[in-house]
Each structure stands twice: as structure tokens, then as C-alpha cells.
């Protein structure tokens, strides 16, 4: 994995920033560091040792230029992938894309049974962030600590190691962990929840993934910016 050296990532992209050339050959990941979908095609890229190869374009999506909707990606959302002359969208399908049509270790396990477990995570993942989203108006240590029990449960499914599903980390760990990383800062700071109390396997995943090179220089929230935008973008309401 050639994930050890920290990269020097380039500056976000404001409206006024001009386009990268289109289809020139250059793979590009659109993406933005505050983004956890697009988060989950950055650590594939790091951790398949993929930094030459697929280059990081991030924009400002509060101030994002007019050309990324205009003449890149009608959908205007992140990540994005420019390769092989078209641009793919949605993070797990692109997860996947990276995983099957790149070289370099490979994130999706070799046995039948963890192949059908890393699906079926694949499947729950929506239902877990709908959970955890609305949880925020309710009561989060009943309607999270579900969404987090299944974690928990899944964790305990293998006894061959730390990751989801079992020994090797794999494109479940990267489904899940840009959101837990934020749920656990929200839910504490502002529930004062816990969420690793009473479940040892999710304390220990976490543990280990904060061990993975090309996840820890993923991590750029700010606690506060985010507890703010949460706070915001889902409780005004209540």
C-alpha cells in the first residue's frame, strides 16, 4: 500500500477557479474533504495505493464553480470519477468501480459467505444513516443504539479478526466508518451518547481503522464546524 506518505492535498475549488481539461486522460476524483460519501472513494483511492493515479479534484460545495454541473456532473453532487471517458457517481457504486477496475490490494473479500455479508452491509447502509439522521429529533439512544447494535452484531458475525466482514479490511469498513466517525463526535458532544459503550467489537473496529494510513489522513472534520452544521442542517426543525 503506498499510503504512508501524507499527500499534500490541493486547495478546495471556488466558482471563479477555472476547469481542469475534460477526458485528457487524467483520472480524476471529484470530491470535497467534508464530504463522508466522498470520503468513501478517497480512502479506496489511498489505501489501493491509487495517489498517482487517480488525482483529487475538491471543490467548495458552498461556493462550487458552475461548470462541474454545467459540464462534468448534471447530478452536482460529490465524489465523481472521470476515467476511461465518462464520469461515475454514487459512492458506493464508485467504491466498487475503483476496487474492480484499478490496480492494487483488493478491498472485497475472497469467500462466498463474506462476499454475500459485504452486500447485505452494502444494502443497510442507507437504512443505518436514515436511522442515525433521525435519531437527532428523537431519541437517539434507542433509534442510534439500533443502527449501532447492528454494527455490533455484524462485527461479532466473524472471529477472524477486527474489520467488517472478519480478517481483512474491506469495502464494508469504508461504507461505514466516514459516518460513525461523524455520529460519534455528534452524538456526543450533544447527547452526551456514547456510542462504543457496551459494544467492544464496534470500540475495537474503530480502534483499528484509526490505525489505517489511508483513513487517518482522510479525517479532516473540525468537531465543532461539524456539531454546528448538524445542529443546523438537521434540528432546526425541532
Not at 477555472?18 to 483520472?27: H, S
Not at 462466498?112 to 443497510?124: C, G, N, V
Request: hydrophobic share 35%; proline share 8%; glycine share 4%.
Amino acid at each position: 500500500m503506498a499510503n504512508e506518505t501524507l499527500e499534500s492535498l490541493p486547495p478546495p475549488l471556488e466558482a471563479n477557479a477555472d476547469q481542469p481539461p475534460l477526458f485528457d486522460g487524467t483520472t480524476r476524483l471529484y470530491t470535497s474533504y467534508a464530504c463522508p460519501f466522498a470520503q468513501r472513494v478517497w480512502i479506496t483511492r489511498n489505501y489501493m495505493g491509487l495517489q498517482d493515479e487517480i488525482k483529487l479534484v475538491p471543490l467548495n460545495l458552498q461556493n462550487r464553480p458552475a461548470w462541474y454541473k454545467e459540464k462534468v456532473y448534471p447530478v452536482n453532487k460529490v465524489p465523481s470519477l472521470e476515467h476511461n471517458g465518462k464520469i461515475t457517481g454514487e459512492s458506493l457504486d464508485l467504491i466498487k468501480y475503483v476496487d474492480s477496475n484499478f490496480e492494487g490490494p483488493s478491498l472485497v473479500p475472497n469467500d462466498p459467505d463474506k462476499k454475500r455479508t459485504l452486500e447485505e452491509l452494502f444494502s443497510y447502509a442507507d437504512k443505518f444513516m436514515g436511522m442515525l439522521y433521525a435519531s437527532f429529533k428523537g431519541d437517539p439512544e434507542k433509534e442510534a443504539g439500533a443502527a449501532f447494535n447492528y454494527l455490533e452484531d455484524a462485527l461479532k458475525k466473524y472471529d477472524d479478526g477486527p474489520f467488517l466482514p472478519g480478517r481483512d479490511f474491506s469495502l464494508a469498513d469504508i461504507a461505514y466508518i466516514p459516518f460513525v466517525e461523524r455520529f460519534q463526535i455528534f452524538l456526543s458532544e450533544v447527547f452526551k451518547y456514547d456510542i462504543i459503550a457496551g459494544r467492544p467489537k464496534l470500540a475495537a473496529w474503530i480502534e483499528e481503522l484509526n490505525k489505517i494510513d489511508a483513513y487517518k489522513q482522510t479525517k479532516t472534520v473540525d468537531p465543532k464546524q461539524l456539531v454546528e452544521y448538524y445542529k443546523e442542517r438537521f434540528m432546526a426543525q425541532k
